[in-house]
């Protein structure tokens, strides 16, 4: 029998996201506390972070220490699938230059760079890990094979990505769907980046499943309304993965923690955006209007670099999913 706890999206950070008004950071080294115990409490033999463990890759030194303490507390392995707030202009070939390098170098954790599985066995059960880590290409539709485990030779095999993984379509935004991968041999794929998640879900013997947002770092009523949580998967040979979730007892209500006043502000926000954007949208030719298509253009015209042109439609994308 083999036993993983898996979490995601923690964006440690120092200061506190605008929307909070809670100490964030103290919060966030509570909830990691609280993780560390259950990683005890289930005897876990290993550990997965789905990604954006950092909210952004050079987080401060002494910010980044009081987590490392807590993590290296675990005494279990850690490994973790890089996010897109983990590493620079979302390139994955900047890793190096980040504190995440630094926090492998230190033993905190096991870097999962998607090239090969991890393998594993005891007690008779072998597992496979597999990782997608974030790319600008993973959730196109020729990119989507990065969430697909094609061959499987352990008693199980586990996908651990960090994409627009979804359980149904999302408008506005780029994205997969359950759907679209499903003909994958992992037997369960775990995913994060979507910071409210989607339920457990199974098809045809699989099971997808995105817990959610350990950090709640958006004052939006998903994110008032659900309670961060951790995921602990049993594996027994010849027997159908456990999967159990646990809500964190140290996150506090959302009403105390996350300001209803900034909300409202940013209902309002996006009622004057929306408003905007359909009174243009009603007088002017709707190519020249798509942010995406303006970007593309001037990029082209001006020879700007590739990874700059997909930061900058990145942080566009990122934008219109809060809309």
Partial sequence: MIKFLYFTDTHIRQ??????????MESLLKKFEEISYIVKEYNVDFCVHGGDILDRPDVSIPTIRSFNKILMDFGRPIFLVPGNHDIFAYNLNSIQRTVL???????VFNMMMG????YMSKDGTSVELHSAPYSYELDNP??????IVKEK?????????????????????????????????????????????????????KFFYNPGSIARISATEPDIKRVPKVVVVT?????????????????????????????EEKKNEKLHYSSLKTMIESNTNSDYINVK????????????????????????EEVQSEL
């Fill in 101 to 107: 390098a630094l926090q492998e170098d230190l033993g």
């Fill in 153 to 205: 030779k352990a008693d199980f095999a586990i996908m651990f990505a960090h994409g627009m993984l979804m359980d149904k379509p999302f408008p506005m935004i780029r994205h997969t769907l359950i759907e679209d991968i499903k003909d994958t041999k992992a037997d369960l794929t775990l995913s994060g980046h979507y910071h409210t998640g989607f339920p457990l879900t199974k098809i045809d013997d």
């Fill in 235 to 263: 594996l027994k040979k010849d027997n159908e993965p456990i999967i159990e979730t646990i809500e964190l007892k140290s996150a506090q209500s959302g009403d105390l923690v996350l300001d209803r006043a900034y909300l």
């Fill in 293 to 316: 298509n303006i970007i593309e253009s001037v990029a082209n015209l001006q020879n700007i670099d590739q990874d700059v042109k997909d930061y900058a439609i990145s942080l566009v």
């Fill in 15 to 24: 200061n506190n996201p605008a929307g909070r008004i809670d100490n964030f």
């Fill in 115 to 118: 090239e090969f599985p991890i």
């Fill in 142 to 147: 020729e990119g989507r094979d990065g969430y």
